[in-house]
């Protein structure tokens, strides 16, 4: 379920006027290989159909996988055992000139027995998600977010970055 403090920050973000420039999200896997699939983009369900997925590639512990995005951009990111798996969104915060861009989490995972994700969302800041749960933060570059399984074992660390000049 969906909380309606995050339903409140995705509304924000989706409703806001101006565009931040694209990021580069860097998908950095700890432990075992990630898949990382393109979901399209907030809102293009109708065009692309509810369930679009286009593999962007593989993170592998030590060589992290990135790509460029845009607002309302999704991600999906599957473990190699497929125990693990995630939704992530990147919106435009326009309002926030020190956090420009917001990133949503959702545990995708709805097995039984559940599957719990953790996010570390700082040196310090920590948060459960429970099957279906999700949670968004408002965010700048550099900053990264680290998903942990329920055991604490870090999976994937995800972060933005500048688009280089030269792509």
Known sequence: MVSKLVLSMISAFLLAGVKAEPAMVSFDAQHGDIGVYYG??????????????????????????????????????RSSDLKFRAKVTLY??????????????????????????????????????????EVAHATD??????????????LVSVRLDRVPKEL
């Open 40 to 77: 399209g983009l907030v809102g293009e369900e109708n065009e692309l159909g509810a369930d679009f997925e286009a593999l962007v590639g593989i993170a592998k512990k030590g060589t992290p996988l990135r790509t460029v995005a845009d607002d309302k951009s999704i991600f999906i990111l």
């Open 141 to 154: 570059y550099a900053h990264s977010f680290e998903l942990r399984n329920g055991k604490k074992k870090s």
């Open 92 to 133: 435009d915060v326009p309002d926030q000139s020190d956090r420009p861009f917001g990133l949503a989490f959702k545990n995708l995972a709805q097995d039984d027995p559940t599957y719990h994700v953790e996010l570390k969302h700082s040196s310090s800041g920590f948060q459960w998600l429970p099957p279906g749960g």
